[in-house]
């Protein structure tokens, strides 16, 4: 009681106090917030545990009466295990507001005693777990923030509840549920963010169950969640008459956009990154709509763009779709127009009709021709990108001129003449490539004494120099220094000669500097600055020493070339010095107790393997010994596909496959007949619509998984009677019998460390994956049927979901059920080794899509279904249809094993270098490293279970990357065309700098978990 009594007795002593402070506190008002107190671990500003130990209660508002009625602590950085049960009491409290701190804990039910509450934002904290049910119950709330946290599972219903709900803020969480459901629930919500999360299902368009929302939301995001089907009808969407602000990108809406009537009031419409197609309407671009921005980036969109007519449309981003034909002619009021990675053609002097008002163009990536006109009416021009395109003549002479322009892009074109002075002595400019052209002359820096052109000005804002791959000559002049600012400066594969300037070792911001492949003559000047990270002067004819502060980089940042370069120890590249600091002993050691255990665990599984063919050899010989007649002849025959389940499978042949015919008839595979049951009717089952069967098989390189593709399994049968088990359906999508199944055809399609898969074709047509799990390793089945089901629960586009399991009576009759998928491996995409290839190398557009595809699937996994995948490795991702998108099989099955087969997959998944070490257990953080080293084979086209050598010791791949990455050469450890590298070095970049921090120790707090991870591969645009 003393606790209450002292800040009141504090307050009658001393009655000024605090600005945010309340006049005076109820007792029991003061109990409430002292128990909150306690979970409040650190505060950095020091404001909460300093004053409400001294009654001044900072960020606490009460009323006449001493009732609490708001607590405001936002942006304070608090952490703590924040207890709001502890406020239940608080009959008046009106608002809490904790946003941008550091709180973790759960939502507890006890939330919903708050029933005066009006106003709740816990966002950008560290809350998890699911969202109370009763938070339905706060029917006063009008203001619902809890962004940026940790929150997953099932958004729970009964919203419609919250009739003064006004906002409804939930972005960047793990949450899930039907998004039309959760809409047609709200009634009078005006701002409505429910992005970055996994919401499923269409978007509504029974306009019955919009008309609430839609009379009053004006903001709208659906943005990075799993949304499907078509986007809103014409119908629908002009329901939402004043709706302001909607943004559905980075979902999966699919279809055309038809003719329909937008939202009087809509300014600003986004639909980035789905897969609409079909041609754009045309009233999008007219004057009758008031949109400000319209983005419909990464889709499929075809056909011409003629001319934009809107006067109120300003940002326009159309970029990375196929639309052809010629420029438009007009732009109207536009200030940001992006037409880049289009198939748009013709020449570029539409530009000079466009409209005075334009800030940024970017038309990269397309098929334009013709020289560069003068953009005499762009005065307010700050970025213009044209790269990638057949650009030819001279530069405008004004086109350094612009008093705005910032950023100039006009790389990978044919461009000829000299470089342009002004662009060197531009006030604004901060980025300048040039680089892939065929401009001659030299380098306009002129000396202060120079009367041919304006002196080089001391407030450069130069931060990207790129005119590699050009035809300059003369010297690099040594007012260079003047750009003080300059990170980046690459003259690679020129004609420039003399010595390099002592004064570009005065550039304190530079990072990447590459002279290489000129002719530069003379000694290497002092290059003190400790930002620079990538330093090549190779292919030149300079001599010397290499001075003390580069001996940092790399042997190839000085040769080949330099014939006569010396390292500080006196020796050249002649007489075998490298120059080069030796790796410590303890690196070494690492590297060879890598390799150790990885050979040890590859040869543990070999062994196993050759045991269990000795095995298998042994009782074949026996079986053909005591086979029919009719066995022995079929060598020459016809092949009629055996019946999938055989007594040999579930008998004494436990893993009867194609290799046993392949034994039976010789090294030389013949196609064998057998006699099969004569079944006069045919069987059917019930196949949901769009499921195709395939008849494709997949294919492992690389892998523990054996490809035994396009060959007949020959499986004898007497009686489907010998499925004396049950079969158990996780959904009602696919329905058939035991006998369907036990009579239908089948092909082996390899081993893996769970046992064998088969391909089954069943009577109807359809076609299933089958995976005979291997014996001994399976648990209990109570456990077993707990487990298959909730791995059957998880359903997603990029997973390929188990539709059903059989349970037999014998240890070793244990089938795993699911859909069979058209389409190959990523292993067989990334690591075909056949001379005649069946894919083609797929394009850096195509691997950062995969790599999307990957995390979004892992994310589902992880944030819905709460479960690791286990066994990620690119032989269980396949490809399918024409847009290669990622499906993700074998997911959870070691939930199905004991803890003997778990481990043993684990180490077979170490051996193939998928996992950081044999010691790892299956697990979230595994399943982020699995995925960084398959991003990291996707950007190298190495495999993971390569032992690579080299002059500084033996590496496998995330090694050998994050040796490149320290020495900042990451883009020479790709594998991808010359044409990608220039459009998307950026790119690769950035999705580079997320597989390594995947792979970092657990230890070090650097690896990200699956959300993060799938957030930072869809921010990355090419």
Request: proline share 5%; aromatic share 8%; with cysteine.
């Given at each position: 009681?003393?606790?209450?009594?002292?800040?009141?007795?504090?307050?009658?002593?001393?009655?000024?106090?605090?600005?945010?402070?309340?006049?005076?506190?109820?007792?029991?008002?003061?109990?409430?917030?002292?128990?909150?107190?306690?979970?409040?671990?650190?505060?950095?500003?020091?404001?909460?545990?300093?004053?409400?130990?001294?009654?001044?209660?900072?960020?606490?508002?009460?009323?006449?009466?001493?009732?609490?009625?708001?607590?405001?602590?936002?942006?304070?950085?608090?952490?703590?295990?924040?207890?709001?049960?502890?406020?239940?009491?608080?009959?008046?409290?009106?608002?809490?507001?904790?946003?941008?701190?550091?709180?973790?804990?759960?939502?507890?039910?006890?939330?919903?005693?708050l029933t005066s509450l009006q106003h709740l934002d816990l966002s950008g904290n560290q809350f998890y777990g699911p969202v109370p049910r009763r938070i339905t119950d706060l029917q006063d709330l009008v203001h619902l923030n809890l962004s940026f946290n940790g929150f997953k599972g099932g958004l729970p219903d009964g919203f419609q509840n919250l009739h003064q709900l006004r906002v409804l803020d939930l972005h960047s969480n793990g949450l899930w549920a039907d998004a039309s459901a959760v809409m047609s629930e709200l009634?009078?919500?005006?701002?409505?963010?429910?992005?970055?999360?996994?919401?499923?299902?269409?978007?509504?368009?029974?306009?019955?169950?919009?008309?609430?929302?839609?009379?009053?939301?004006?903001?709208?995001?659906?943005?990075?969640?799993?949304?499907?089907?078509?986007?809103?009808?014409?119908?629908?969407?002009?329901?939402?008459?004043?709706?302001?602000?909607?943004?559905?990108?980075?979902?999966?809406?699919?279809?055309?956009?038809?003719?329909?009537?937008?939202?009087?009031?809509?300014?600003?419409?986004?639909?980035?990154?789905?897969?609409?197609?079909?041609?754009?309407?045309?009233?999008?671009?007219?004057?009758?709509?008031?949109?400000?921005?319209?983005?419909?980036?990464?889709?499929?969109?075809?056909?011409?763009?003629?001319?934009?007519?809107?006067?109120?449309?300003?940002?326009?981003?159309?970029?990375?779709?196929?639309?052809?034909?010629?420029?438009?002619?007009?732009?109207?009021?536009?200030?940001?127009?992006?037409?880049?990675?289009?198939?748009?053609?013709?020449?570029?002097?539409?530009?000079?009709?466009?409209?005075?008002?334009?800030?940024?163009?970017?038309?990269?990536?397309?098929?334009?021709?013709?020289?560069?006109?003068?953009?005499?009416?762009?005065?307010?021009?700050?970025?213009?990108?044209?790269?990638?395109?057949?650009?030819?003549?001279?530069?405008?002479?004004?086109?350094?001129?612009?008093?705005?322009?910032?950023?100039?892009?006009?790389?990978?074109?044919?461009?000829?003449?000299?470089?342009?002075?002004?662009?060197?002595?531009?006030?604004?400019?901060?980025?300048?490539?040039?680089?892939?052209?065929?401009?001659?002359?030299?380098?306009?820096?002129?000396?202060?004494?120079?009367?041919?052109?304006?002196?080089?000005?001391?407030?450069?804002?130069?931060?990207?120099?790129?005119?590699?791959?050009?035809?300059?000559?003369?010297?690099?002049?040594?007012?260079?220094?003047?750009?003080?600012?300059?990170?980046?400066?690459?003259?690679?594969?020129?004609?420039?000669?003399?010595?390099?300037?002592?004064?570009?070792?005065?550039?304190?911001?530079?990072?990447?500097?590459?002279?290489?492949?000129?002719?530069?003559?003379?000694?290497?000047?002092?290059?003190?600055?400790?930002?620079?990270?990538?330093?090549?002067?190779?292919?030149?004819?300079?001599?010397?020493?290499?001075?003390?502060?580069?001996?940092?980089?790399?042997?190839?940042?000085?040769?080949?070339?330099?014939?006569?370069?010396?390292?500080?120890?006196?020796?050249?590249?002649?007489?075998?010095?490298?120059?080069?600091?030796?790796?410590?002993?303890?690196g070494h050691l690492k590297s060879r107790i890598r390799v150790i255990t990885i050979v040890l665990a590859v040869g543990a599984v070999a062994l196993i393997l050759v045991i269990s063919m000795a095995i298998y050899k042994i009782r074949t010989q026996s079986s053909s010994r005591e086979g029919n007649e009719s066995r022995q002849n079929a060598c020459g025959g016809d092949v009629t596909l055996g019946r999938f389940i055989p007594r040999k499978i579930f008998g004494s042949h436990r893993y009867n496959t194609v290799t046993e015919t392949a034994n039976l008839c010789g090294s030389d595979l013949r196609k064998v007949s057998v006699e099969a049951?004569?079944?006069?009717?045919?069987?059917?089952?019930?196949?949901?619509?769009?499921?195709?069967?395939?008849?494709?098989?997949?294919?492992?390189?690389?892998?523990?998984?054996?490809?035994?593709?396009?060959?007949?399994?020959?499986?004898?049968?007497?009686?489907?009677?010998?499925?004396?088990?049950?079969?158990?359906?996780?959904?009602?999508?696919?329905?058939?019998?035991?006998?369907?199944?036990?009579?239908?055809?089948?092909?082996?399609?390899?081993?893996?460390?769970?046992?064998?898969?088969?391909?089954?074709?069943?009577?109807?047509?359809?076609?299933?994956?089958?995976?005979?799990?291997?014996?001994?390793?399976?648990?209990?089945?109570?456990?077993?049927?707990?487990?298959?089901?909730?791995?059957?629960?998880?359903?997603?586009?990029?997973?390929?979901?188990?539709?059903?399991?059989?349970?037999?009576?014998?240890?070793?009759?244990?089938?795993?059920?699911?859909?069979?998928?058209?389409?190959?491996?990523?292993?067989?995409?990334?690591?075909?080794?056949?001379?005649?290839?069946?894919?083609?190398?797929?394009?850096?557009?195509?691997?950062?899509?995969?790599?999307?595809?990957?995390?979004?699937?892992?994310?589902?996994?992880?944030?819905?279904?709460?479960?690791?995948?286990?066994?990620?490795?690119?032989?269980?991702?396949?490809?399918?249809?024409?847009?290669?998108?990622?499906?993700?099989?074998?997911?959870?099955?070691?939930?199905?094993?004991?803890?003997?087969?778990?481990?043993?997959?684990?180490?077979?998944?170490?051996?193939?270098?998928?996992?950081?070490?044999?010691?790892?257990?299956?697990?979230?953080?595994?399943?982020?490293?699995?995925?960084?080293?398959?991003?990291?084979?996707?950007?190298?086209?190495?495999?993971?279970?390569?032992?690579?050598?080299?002059?500084?010791?033996?590496?496998?791949?995330?090694?050998?990357?994050?040796?490149?990455?320290?020495?900042?050469?990451?883009?020479?450890?790709?594998?991808?065309?010359?044409?990608?590298?220039?459009?998307?070095?950026?790119?690769?970049?950035?999705?580079?700098?997320?597989?390594?921090?995947?792979?970092?120790?657990?230890?070090?707090?650097?690896?990200?978990?699956?959300?993060?991870?799938?957030?930072?591969?869809?921010?990355?645009?090419?």
């Amino acid at each position: 009681m003393a606790l209450c009594v002292v800040p009141i007795l504090f307050l009658l002593v001393f009655p000024t106090v605090a600005q945010d402070s309340p006049p005076w506190v109820a007792r029991d008002e003061i109990r409430s917030l002292l128990e909150f107190r306690k979970g409040i671990w650190e505060d950095p500003s020091g404001l909460v545990l300093a004053s409400w130990n001294h009654a001044t209660f900072y960020g606490i508002a009460c009323d006449g009466n001493g009732a609490v009625v708001a607590l405001t602590l936002d942006g304070l950085g608090i952490s703590g295990d924040l207890k709001l049960s502890t406020l239940a009491g608080m009959k008046s409290l009106r608002s809490i507001s904790l946003s941008g701190n550091k709180f973790t804990g759960r939502l507890v039910p006890a939330i919903g005693y708050l029933t005066s509450l009006q106003h709740l934002d816990l966002s950008g904290n560290q809350f998890y777990g699911p969202v109370p049910r009763r938070i339905t119950d706060l029917q006063d709330l009008v203001h619902l923030n809890l962004s940026f946290n940790g929150f997953k599972g099932g958004l729970p219903d009964g919203f419609q509840n919250l009739h003064q709900l006004r906002v409804l803020d939930l972005h960047s969480n793990g949450l899930w549920a039907d998004a039309s459901a959760v809409m047609s629930e709200l009634r009078n919500v005006e701002h409505l963010d429910l992005s970055d999360n996994a919401f499923y299902g269409r978007l509504p368009m029974n306009s019955s169950n919009l008309l609430s929302l839609a009379d009053t939301a004006k903001f709208i995001n659906l943005s990075y969640n799993e949304l499907s089907g078509g986007f809103f009808t014409g119908d629908s969407l002009a329901l939402f008459r004043n709706l302001e602000i909607l943004d559905v990108s980075d979902n999966r809406l699919s279809g055309e956009l038809l003719s329909f009537g937008l939202p009087p009031n809509l300014r600003v419409l986004r639909a980035r990154k789905n897969q609409l197609h079909g041609s754009l309407p045309e009233e999008l671009l007219e004057s009758s709509l008031a949109l400000v921005e319209l983005d419909l980036s990464g889709n499929g969109f075809t056909g011409s763009i003629f001319s934009i007519n809107s006067t109120s449309l300003k940002i326009l981003n159309l970029s990375s779709n196929s639309f052809s034909g010629p420029l438009p002619s007009s732009i109207g009021s536009c200030s940001t127009v992006d037409l880049s990675q289009n198939i748009i053609s013709g020449d570029l002097s539409y530009i000079s009709q466009w409209g005075a008002m334009l800030e940024h163009i970017d038309l990269s990536s397309n098929r334009l021709s013709g020289s560069l006109p003068v953009f005499s009416q762009f005065q307010v021009l700050t970025s213009i990108k044209i790269r990638n395109n057949s650009l030819v003549g001279n530069l405008p002479s004004m086109l350094g001129s612009y008093p705005k322009v910032s950023v100039i892009d006009l790389s990978v074109n044919k461009l000829t003449g000299p470089l342009l002075p002004n662009l060197f002595t531009s006030l604004t400019l901060t980025f300048l490539n040039l680089s892939d052209n065929h401009f001659s002359g030299t380098i306009p820096l002129q000396t202060h004494n120079s009367t041919e052109s304006p002196i080089l000005p001391f407030t450069s804002l130069m931060q990207f120099l790129d005119l590699s791959y050009n035809s300059l000559s003369g010297q690099l002049p040594p007012e260079i220094v003047e750009m003080q600012k300059l990170k980046l400066l690459d003259l690679q594969k020129n004609s420039l000669t003399g010595e390099i300037p002592q004064e570009i070792g005065e550039l304190d911001s530079l990072e990447v500097l590459d002279l290489s492949m000129n002719h530069f003559k003379g000694n290497i000047p002092n290059m003190l600055q400790v930002s620079l990270k990538t330093f090549n002067v190779s292919y030149n004819d300079l001599s010397g020493l290499i001075p003390e502060k580069l001996k940092r980089f790399r042997e190839d940042s000085f040769f080949p070339g330099n014939s006569f370069l010396l390292f500080p120890d006196g020796l050249s590249t002649e007489n075998g010095g490298s120059g080069l600091i030796n790796n410590e002993a303890e690196g070494h050691l690492k590297s060879r107790i890598r390799v150790i255990t990885i050979v040890l665990a590859v040869g543990a599984v070999a062994l196993i393997l050759v045991i269990s063919m000795a095995i298998y050899k042994i009782r074949t010989q026996s079986s053909s010994r005591e086979g029919n007649e009719s066995r022995q002849n079929a060598c020459g025959g016809d092949v009629t596909l055996g019946r999938f389940i055989p007594r040999k499978i579930f008998g004494s042949h436990r893993y009867n496959t194609v290799t046993e015919t392949a034994n039976l008839c010789g090294s030389d595979l013949r196609k064998v007949s057998v006699e099969a049951p004569n079944h006069s009717a045919q069987r059917s089952c019930d196949v949901p619509g769009g499921l195709v069967p395939s008849h494709a098989s997949t294919s492992s390189p690389r892998s523990i998984d054996t490809h035994l593709a396009d060959r007949c399994g020959v499986l004898d049968i007497d009686s489907p009677d010998q499925l004396a088990g049950e079969l158990f359906f996780l959904d009602d999508s696919l329905v058939f019998s035991v006998e369907d199944l036990s009579q239908s055809p089948s092909e082996s399609l390899g081993r893996s460390s769970y046992g064998i898969s088969y391909k089954a074709t069943l009577d109807c047509g359809h076609t299933l994956t089958v995976k005979l799990l291997r014996a001994h390793l399976v648990r209990h089945r109570k456990e077993f049927a707990k487990e298959v089901k909730r791995i059957g629960s998880i359903q997603h586009p990029n997973i390929i979901p188990i539709r059903a399991y059989y349970w037999g009576p014998r240890e070793q009759e244990r089938l795993i059920l699911s859909d069979y998928v058209h389409g190959d491996s990523l292993a067989h995409h990334l690591h075909e080794s056949s001379p005649r290839r069946r894919h083609p190398h797929l394009s850096f557009h195509q691997r950062l899509r995969i790599a999307a595809d990957i995390a979004r699937a892992l994310r589902h996994l992880h944030c819905v279904g709460g479960l690791p995948h286990g066994n990620l490795k690119p032989s269980n991702i396949f490809l399918t249809g024409p847009d290669l998108t990622a499906r993700l099989t074998g997911q959870c099955l070691h939930r199905l094993m004991v803890p003997e087969g778990a481990a043993e997959q684990m180490l077979t998944l170490a051996a193939l270098g998928y996992a950081a070490g044999p010691g790892s257990a299956p697990s979230f953080e595994a399943d982020v490293y699995a995925f960084g080293v398959v991003v990291m084979e996707l950007l190298t086209g190495r495999s993971a279970g390569e032992i690579i050598t080299g002059w500084c010791g033996v590496f496998d791949l995330p090694e050998w990357v994050q040796m490149f990455a320290r020495e900042g050469r990451e883009l020479e450890c790709l594998d991808v065309s010359p044409g990608d590298y220039e459009e998307a070095r950026g790119a690769m970049e950035e999705l580079l700098a997320v597989a390594l921090r995947c792979v970092s120790p657990e230890g070090e707090g650097e690896r990200p978990d699956g959300r993060a991870v799938f957030a930072e591969v869809c921010s990355i645009a090419i």
